[in-house]
């Protein structure tokens, strides 16, 4: 635990970050903007059918990465022991 810290620290300390325009007056205007945007939501069907599609597509990589994992996690289930046995079975079934 104390090596991930020292790692976070050390890639803060890193960076050239300047914390005092984080906390500006400027900084909170604007991060008062950002949010002040997300209202009124915008809920015109044309805005909702883009996201709709956007997450249909999400959905589908998703759905198709989930399947080629278990398909590959399947496939080398046992490959340290397949000298011997496959999880119990003969290797002919691996």
């Known amino acids: 635990m104390a090596g991930l810290l020292a790692l976070v620290v050390s890639s803060f300390w890193s ?7 984080f ?3 400027e900084a ?3 991060m008062g903007r950002f949010v002040g945007e997300f209202f009124p939501p ?3 069907p044309a805005f909702l059918r ?4 956007g997450m ?3 959905l589908a990589m998703s759905l198709l990465g989930t399947l080629l994992a278990v398909v590959a996690a399947w496939r080398w289930r046992c490959r340290p ?4 046995s496959c999880c119990g079975h003969p290797p002919a079934r691996c």
């Not at 022991?81 to 011997?84: D, I, L, Q, T, Y």
């Open 15 to 21: 960076l050239d970050l300047q914390w005092a325009q």
């Open 28 to 30: 909170a205007a604007s």
């Open 56 to 58: 249909a597509e999400t």
């Open 81 to 84: 022991a397949r000298a011997s």
């Open 42 to 44: 915008d809920l015109s």
């Open 50 to 53: 883009k996201v709709g599609v």
């Open 23 to 25: 906390f500006s007056a």
